[in-house]
């Protein structure tokens, strides 16, 4: 292994395109050595801003075959992760993915059992581990600043859709890939102790029109815990006033909260009110998490230590991610209790 790690990026989308600049441009020790995009030009546009020696494909599977890739960063539809992750792990490439990991348990066990029989790293990107409000607000927990924890609640309100992309949205990624955030943070958050019961609610409150094909935009989740502690995970895609991401566990000594709805501490006032900035884009909100998450992933390929957010803990996610698709189906809360983690 290289003191700089050499990746190849599979998805020149949105987040994408954020990752591969970090990789070029913001993480010192990585390259960014080959970019593969089927959409015709996507990922030779990135490459000639970013890194102009990089090599384009179309294809995935000849990026993985590549041998000057030492580790790939998976950005593409969430359908796709698990059979990239099993190609990345059997061609002996390192593997950061994209939540989530895999849409069934058997494709999450699936992705966690290649990378472990080809002895790669897996990391998986929950980004909100790497926000420095949510770390700290972690770092208290651990130390038993508040106590045991009693109450706890995280909330992802997305700054807006559009009906267009409404009526394209797969149906259950409010869980899958929406709130399977929440659900990662809750449990980051109360160290050590796993979900048994889960009750979700959800509808189609912004664009109704598209519910009987399985969109649903707003979410309630309350979930219970083993320790006793009880927590709630909310979701909606329509935030008027911005982008808002926010954590909080009350606990028997004390409590900590994370996530800042405005940009700054600024704020303007003038005859209409107090107004105050907000993010309105993930890549805004959660910049310097993200470039973190594969800064940290970039250290544990040099130093051969674990990544902290493994497939075992996307696993955990996911399991309450499909348990809340099956609460909202039948009505009723779902136990866990059976299933180990």
């Known amino acids: 292994m290289s003191a700089s790690v050499a990746v190849g990026l599979i998805g020149a989308g949105w987040i994408g395109r954020f990752h591969g600049e970090s990789v070029a441009l913001r993480i010192p ?44 960063l998976i950005s593409t539809p969430a359908s796709t992760h698990t059979d990239l992750v099993v190609a990345a792990a059997e061609a002996g490439k390192h593997v950061f993915c994209e939540k ?14 290649a990378c472990a029989a080809n002895n790669v790293a ?9 926000a420095a ?40 990624t409010i869980f899958n890939e929406t709130l399977i955030h929440d659900f990662d943070a809750l449990l980051w958050l109360n160290p050590g102790a796993r979900v048994v019961e889960v009750f979700a609610q959800a509808d189609a409150l912004i664009h109704p029109q598209y519910k009987e094909q399985g969109y649903l935009d707003t979410s309630m989740v309350q979930l219970r815990f083993d320790n006793g502690a009880l927590a709630s995970a909310e979701a909606n895609f329509q935030a008027t006033y911005g ?3 926010r954590g909080e ?12 709805v405005t940009r700054t501490a600024m704020r303007h006032y003038s005859s209409p009110g107090v107004l105050a900035d907000t993010p309105r884009v993930n890549i805004e909100l959660f ?20 990544p902290s957010v493994d497939g075992l803990g996307a696993r955990n996610a996911l399991e309450i991610a499909l348990a809340a698709k099956e609460s909202v189906e039948t009505g009723l809360p779902v136990s866990l209790l059976a299933v180990p983690q």
């Open 29 to 72: 020790g990585t390259r960014l050595v080959a970019v593969a995009d089927p959409a015709p030009g996507a990922a030779a546009s990135l490459i000639e801003r970013v890194s102009p020696d990089a090599r384009a494909y179309t294809d995935a599977l000849e990026l993985i075959a590549d041998p000057t890739v030492e580790a790939v």
């Open 100 to 113: 989530p990991m895999a849409l069934t348990l058997e494709d999450a066990d699936r992705a966690i059992g």
């Open 122 to 130: 897996l990391q998986v990107g929950f980004n909100r581990r790497f």
């Open 133 to 172: 409000d949510f770390t700290a607000a972690h770092d208290v927990i651990t130390a038993g600043g508040i106590g045991t924890p009693q109450l706890l609640r995280s909330l992802t309100r997305d700054p807006g859709i559009t009906a267009d992309v409404a009526s394209r949205v797969k149906p259950w």
């Open 243 to 245: 982008y808002d991401v």
């Open 249 to 260: 566990v009350f606990g028997s000594g004390g409590m900590v909260s994370a996530g800042e």
């Open 287 to 306: 910049h310097d998490a993200y470039v973190a998450q594969l800064a940290h992933f970039a250290d544990c390929i040099r130093s051969g230590s674990a």
